[in-house]
């Protein structure tokens, strides 16, 4: 069975600064698809960042980036020039491309960007 | 851009009582989900449906819960006689397409006392 870890519960960075997720999964699929969610104190959950395991380019979007290394099974997200709006949860998810396409959570990263 | 509604946003109800969660999909889509989060923790599954049958459920999705299609297509999510342990929040979605993630509802906070 899949498993998603996110080893820091929590984290806090300087506006404007720089800051690293990270997030480790097991499997034995070699095709899969992973996701990084925001969830604000809102409770939204809003989809920040996906990525194909069979696509090596790094997804980007905007002020986000990921660092995927299929190997390691490790998939990192990377928030560039944090501002207060990126308060938040952050989870991270895993997803077969088969089956029911149901998604696999970690536990989450509390994310606290100071001013 | 298309939206899944969920109603109520808050509701609070007795433990034993009955409770119904509420949630308007984007239309014809034949995925569908709930997700459970109890507060300050992980997003966990509970039950898929595709094409109007439930396809897959979890462990969590025992015989207190069900779902319905009641008019064809809104969907609801069914406790019967809800636990202090239920309390949580209450996630439908569905996916945008194979791989491109999931619109999520507001979701329903649920608080059983």
């Known amino acids: 069975a899949q498993t998603v870890t996110q080893s820091q519960p929590e984290m806090s960075v300087q506006e404007a600064e720089t800051v690293t997720l990270s997030c480790t999964y097991d499997?034995?699929?070699?095709?899969?698809?992973l996701f990084w969610y925001k969830q604000p104190p809102s409770r939204q959950m809003i989809l920040v960042i996906r990525q194909e395991a069979y696509k090596q380019q790094n997804a980007t979007e905007n002020r986000f980036s990921v660092n995927f290394q299929k190997a390691a099974k490790s998939f990192s997200l990377k928030i560039s020039d944090s501002q207060l709006g990126d308060t938040a949860m952050y989870f991270c998810a895993f997803m077969r491309p088969s089956g029911t396409y149901k998604y696999i959570f970690g536990t989450g990263t509390r994310l606290k960007v100071l001013a | 851009e298309p939206e899944v509604t969920q109603t109520p946003s808050h509701q609070v109800t007795q433990m034993g009582q009955e409770v119904i969660l509420r949630c308007v999909p984007i239309s014809n889509h034949l995925y569908f989900y709930w997700y459970r989060q109890i507060l300050g923790q992980k997003v966990e599954f509970l039950v898929s449906?595709?094409?109007?049958?439930?396809?897959?459920k979890s462990e969590i999705f025992d015989d207190q819960f069900s779902v319905e299609r009641p008019d064809g297509s809104n969907f609801t999510l069914k406790i019967r006689s809800t636990k202090l342990e239920d309390s949580a929040m209450y996630f439908c979605a569905n996916p945008e397409g194979v791989g491109y993630g999931y619109t999520f509802g507001s979701g329903t906070r649920l608080t059983v006392v």
């Open positions: 449906f595709y094409n109007n049958e439930i396809s897959e």
């Open positions: 499997t034995s699929e070699s095709n899969y698809y």
